[in-house]
């Protein structure tokens, strides 16, 4: 069973930049497509961005396009999530998943096809 653990959260003013990093256990890390999830204070979790096995296919939701970028160095079984010019808004718990399904899948329904979910790590963006 895979299993991954988030870190790199913190407290940052509006406009500064944070990078997330996830990282998985187990050989076959190139197998699972991943991907980075948020919660909000009084909000439901939602999908930010994905990312195949391979690394040649990522998808990110509209409100982080241009700011967020989502990359993974499968030597090192680890992903990353870049995150530029944050706003008060981007304040949330962010979760690491891998799952075996398509990047596809793991955007749109990843109730039903996440394998694995980290423990999440606070991201705070101060006005």
């Known amino acids: 069973q895979v299993q991954v653990v988030e870190s790199g959260g913190g407290l940052v003013q509006a406009g500064g930049s944070l990078r997330l990093s996830c990282v998985t256990s187990?050989?076959?890390?190139?197998?699972?497509?991943m991907a980075w999830f948020r919660q909000g204070p009084g909000k439901e979790r939602e999908f930010v961005a994905t990312?195949?096995?391979?690394?040649?296919?990522?998808y990110h939701t509209d409100s982080v396009k241009g700011r967020f970028a989502i990359s993974r160095d499968n030597a090192k079984n680890t992903v990353y999530l870049q995150m530029n010019s944050l706003k008060p808004e981007d304040t949330a718990v962010y979760y690491c998943?891998?799952?075996?399904?398509?990047?596809?899948?793991?955007?749109?329904?990843?109730?039903?096809?996440?394998?694995?979910w980290g423990q999440g790590t606070q991201v705070t963006v101060s006005s």
């Open positions: 187990g050989r076959t890390f190139s197998h699972y497509a």
């Open positions: 998943a891998a799952s075996r399904a398509t990047t596809r899948a793991m955007a749109f329904t990843p109730s039903d096809v996440v394998d694995a």
């Open positions: 990312i195949s096995g391979s690394g040649d296919y990522t």
